[in-house]
């Protein structure tokens, strides 16, 4: 069995069309860029501008060019014309030749009185005179007469050249007749020879015609550039359409480009804020440990119950903190039962510690238990109340929390009867609070909110706001 080996040139003519394919897309790319780039005014522009050049390459070679060639009759259909003898010219007020001719016969001479007939044309007209009879003129004396009748059988004969007019004239003629019969004779006689000329000139100029068309040279233009018009007109509606879809293409592409790092931001800034609560969650803070161990230490030998019930508490909320701080991811998605689970045993320790100088209550329905609320929020605001506005105070002062529904949100309120924000010495740098804001922006965006206002009498409250939603399979907490 045999195989067939790949031919070389084939795989070489596959390579060269895959990139002449390549190298053809990215040029289209590049000019649908480009004309996406440029407004309609500059391409109106341009469109303008190439029709203009077209029309001038259109007029140009190679798209168009000159011939010049010769037209030759066939052979067969050529007969050669002779030269024509040049035309005499016809003189000027030319006169035929006139003359009367008589029979010869006997019997007439002889009646005519052996006389003969002169025919006289002068400025005086047409005479007919009659001479002697041996042909001569009659002499001075005998001066010849002009007649007024013309023998029978006597002709007027005119002659021009070899042109020849024999005019007979009727018996017993009168001279008169006969003058005006010679007038019209002899201008039939010049009308012909004019007739003749022109005749003879015609032809001469037929055959001359003929002899030039046997050969002719014309001369013509060949335009090989009509198609460009059309093309041109093709090539700008295509570039409008590739400007319109590539346009679309480009606003979508960047918009996308937008949206994706929108979101990477977004993203970016939620990690670092879920890292920063994740180590606020980490941290239980080590002087309140500290105090609270030693506290717990002091009780033993004081008194054993309440350091039994302290120690309790603190149980409670390491247990309570311990799964936020391994699941740092839900900690956007926990119900307000677990937030609250961590906050009674921080109070009910600080309670401890400060006895009488403490009041808290905690107001928050059943029915609000499994409403989703963001991680160590809460847990953040008491903290701030107690540290910054209670503590301080040599008297203590009172700590609410309170949870209600207004206008369809989940409002939680942390209120205490502390020395008021920012006035106590042990005032902090406000990064909790900024962390809960942007956490509430991330989270929710301008559906959310916190807000500090002065509490009556005295005191603070801090209040957020959130989207009213439940989580499900809250609800099961432990106080």
Known sequence: MSTSS????????????????????????????????????????????????????????????????????????????????????????????????????????????????????????????????????????????????????????????????????????????????????????????????????????????????????????????????????????????????YKGRMQAEVKAAQATETAEAESLKRQVVEARMAAMQAQVEPHFLFNTLASIDHLIETDPPRASQMQKNLIALLRASMPSMRETADAASRDLGRELAVVRPYIEILKVRMEERLDARIDVPDGLLSAEFPAMMIQTLVENAIRHGLEPKPEGGQLRVKAEIVHGKLQVSVADTGVGFGAAATAGTGVGLANIRERLQLLHGPQASLTVTANQPCGTVVTITVPYRTVAGAGDTTA
């Open 6 to 245: 790949p031919d070389p040139s084939s795989d070489l003519w596959l390579q060269r069309w895959q990139r002449f394919a390549a190298a053809a897309v990215r040029a289209f790319h590049a000019y649908g860029t480009w004309l996406a780039s440029i407004s309609w005014k500059r391409f109106a522009l341009l469109a303008v501008l190439l029709m203009i050049v077209v029309s001038l390459l259109q007029k140009l070679p190679p798209f168009t060019w000159t011939i010049t060639e010769s037209v030759v009759a066939p052979q067969a259909s050529r007969t050669p014309v002779p030269p024509l003898p040049p035309l005499p010219p016809l003189p000027q007020g030319a006169v035929p030749d006139v003359h009367i001719e008589v029979p010869a016969s006997p019997g007439a001479a002889a009646s005519a009185g052996a006389r003969g007939f002169e025919l006289s044309i002068d400025e005086h007209g047409v005479r007919l005179l009659s001479k002697g009879a041996s042909g001569a003129p009659a002499s001075a004396a005998s001066a010849p007469a002009e007649v007024a009748s013309i023998p029978d059988g006597a002709r007027v004969v005119i002659q021009a050249g070899d042109q020849k007019v024999a005019v007979k004239l009727p018996p017993g003629a009168r001279a008169d007749e006969v003058r005006d019969a010679i007038e019209e004779a002899k201008q039939e006689v010049v009308d012909a020879m004019q007739e003749a000329r022109d005749a003879a000139q015609e032809a001469r100029d037929a055959a001359q015609e003929a002899a030039d068309e046997s050969t002719a040279v014309r001369t013509r233009k060949i335009h090989f550039g009509d198609f460009l018009t059309d093309l041109a007109a093709l090539w700008i509606v295509a570039s409008a359409i590739i400007k319109i879809t």
